[in-house]
């Protein structure tokens, strides 16, 4: 299964845009790149996903490079409620849909 | 339309005692995961089913047991707990990877002393 890397931490300011990057070079042509959200200690809540092409929707939205190998999760308009962990994950098209999550990027939005 | 429903929220088991964590969806999916994060980490996947009567081991399977018998219900036995099981556990379910997202409970905070 593809591996994802991010970094352990980010800090953005209330109101601005948060851009959260994720490396996944050895996804493969029919791996989705997911990205999940973590509140406290609540189960992950679903924020987007894309296989080749951009994607949007009314929480965030999603840029795949070209050769798919990295991700940026945009949040346009980041509010304090955002703060939480923040995992992008590769599911793959085969294996029983098992995803294998990392330790994610803590965000803290700061007022 | 309750989702994913996981019982009990918390427990505090004694070493060597057993129980089951509890997960049903009614979602008509065939996918469910079980999933450990332990505190600071990241998901680890348990033990997850494709169907009913089918399941299978994922990355840390020692310790656990699951039984699939209908598509609704994947439930979790801890045999013997020991205090490395001190963790909070997830159930998760998809009805056709990858081009579905998971759905997961909200959890069961398990303490072993």
């Known amino acids: ?111 | 339309n309750a989702g994913v429903t996981q019982t009990p929220k918390f427990r505090i088991l004694k070493i060597g005692q057993s129980m089951t964590l509890q997960c049903t969806q009614d979602m008509n999916h065939n996918y469910m995961y079980w999933y450990r994060q332990d505190p600071g980490m990241g998901l680890k996947l348990i033990y997850y089913s494709v169907g009913a009567g089918i399941t299978d081991k994922g990355e840390v399977p020692n310790g656990y047991n699951v039984s699939r018998s209908t598509t609704e219900d994947f439930p979790l036995r801890l045999e013997l707990a020991a205090p490395s099981q001190t963790s909070v556990y997830f159930c998760a379910t998809t009805g056709r990877p990858p081009k579905e997202k998971l759905f997961f409970g909200s959890g069961t905070q398990l303490s072993v002393l």
Not at chain 1, 22 to 33: A, D, F, L, P, R
Not at chain 1, 34 to 55: C, T
Not at chain 1, 59 to 67: C, R
Request: with cysteine; proline share 6%; net charge neutral.
């Open chain 1, 1 to 111: 299964d593809a591996k994802t890397t991010q970094p352990p931490s980010m800090d953005c300011a209330e109101g601005r845009a948060a851009n959260l990057p994720c490396n996944h070079s050895t996804i493969s042509g029919n791996e989705y790149v997911y990205w999940y959200r973590q509140i406290h200690s609540q189960g992950p809540q679903y924020i987007i996903h894309g296989l080749k092409n951009n994607e949007t929707n009314e929480m965030a939205s999603l840029i795949i490079t070209e050769d798919r190998k990295s991700s940026t999760l945009i949040l346009p308009h980041a509010t304090l409620r955002d703060t939480a962990v923040y995992y992008c994950i590769v599911s793959p098209n085969t294996n029983a849909g098992k995803s294998t999550f990392g330790d994610g990027t803590t965000l803290t939005v700061k007022p």
